[in-house]
């Protein structure tokens, strides 16, 4: 799964995709909750930035280490949901105007 960035959709990804027998699939253009990057980036933010304060950079850096080295541990209960690929889809959705 790629999210459409420039350097995804060149000739050299293609050739290996294709040499790899690997289907690539692009995201729609502006789909940030479907990428799962950009889940995690938005727990990491919410656990280590809100509301925190941290007297120097490292002490910032080191907060953000420390959520992502118990991503497997601490907070794998948080981030199995999360981080699922299990999307609601809207399949016979009838819509009705008011």
Known sequence: MLDNARYQ?????FALAEALN?????????????????RLWKFVR????????????????DAI???LE????THKKAL???LSLNFQSFKNVHISSV
């Open 46 to 61: 919410n656990e280590c930035l809100y509301s925190k304060y941290y007297a120097d950079f490292d002490s910032f850096k």
């Open 80 to 82: 199995k949901t999360l």
């Open 70 to 73: 118990q991503a497997d541990t």
């Open 22 to 38: 690997i289907e690539l699939l692009y995201l729609p253009s502006y789909s940030p909750h479907l990428n799962l990057i950009e």
């Open 9 to 13: 959709k060149c000739r050299v990804v």
């Open 65 to 67: 280490q420390t959520c």
